[in-house]
């Protein structure tokens, strides 16, 4: 079945580092694949989504691009804040019609001043 | 601009009681969603409904049963709690495949 791996953390950055949470995808047809953000304390919220190959999602700074080749969804931002700490969870759509997700296990970023 | 709203935000429970999570959206959306937190394992789904009237398992379902009251509202029951069922429950709503937009959660604590 379709499934979604996602890099361990917890990721550890200083302020405005580069940072990269990679994500990649097994699925036997086209998902869409979404990239969620929860804060302590509260339900996830979407950051950034793509419905097709070579698709850029992005939001406040945040990137990932679709990549069917590599089957992968790597989350990118240029320069992080101490305010982006939080769990991100990959996530990709169901395949078989069900509109069920397949969420990633969470990457947890720490970002310090 | 309530979204999903799901009450309680926390909950402590004996083996054996039971209780029942309520969830609500104003977002007109067809399909609403239980899922389930736990450490390291990220969000696995409990139940569905793909829209009002229906309801299907999702890839945890036993110990739980849900009612899709109407278009709204969508609860979660828990007959006879478990420890092994401690962990943060969130509702969320969609438009088929379409992004989720979730609540803010319930704690859950088995003793």
């Known amino acids: 079945g379709d499934s979604v791996t996602q890099m361990e953390g917890p990721v550890t950055l200083s302020e405005e580092a580069f940072l990269t949470i990679n994500c990649t995808y097994t699925a036997t047809g086209y998902p869409s694949l979404f990239w969620y953000v929860q804060y302590p304390g509260e339900g996830l919220q979407l950051l950034l989504k793509a419905t097709k190959a070579d698709d850029k999602g992005s939001n406040k700074g945040f990137e990932a691009t679709y990549r069917k080749e590599t089957t992968s969804f790597h989350l990118e931002k240029g320069s992080v804040q101490v305010s982006d700490s939080a769990v991100y969870f990959c996530?990709?759509?169901?395949?078989?019609?069900?509109?069920?997700?397949?969420f990633g296990t969470g990457t947890r970023l720490k970002v310090l001043a | 601009n309530a979204g999903v709203t799901q009450t309680p935000k926390f909950q402590v429970l004996k083996t054996g009681q039971s209780m029942t999570l309520q969830c609500a959206q104003d977002m007109n959306h067809n399909s609403m969603y239980w899922y389930r937190q736990d450490p390291g394992m990220g969000l696995r789904l409990i139940y569905y409904s793909a829209s009002e009237g229906t309801t299907d398992k999702g890839e945890v379902p036993n110990g739980y049963n849900v009612s899709r009251l109407n278009k709204r509202e969508f609860s979660l029951r828990l007959e006879s709690a478990a420890p092994s069922q401690t962990s943060v429950y969130f509702c969320?709503?969609?438009?088929?495949?379409?992004?989720?937009?979730f609540g803010s959660g319930t704690r859950l604590t088995v003793v």
């Open positions: 969320a709503s969609s438009e088929q495949d379409r992004a989720r937009a």
């Open positions: 996530a990709l759509s169901d395949t078989s019609g069900t509109y069920k997700y397949i």
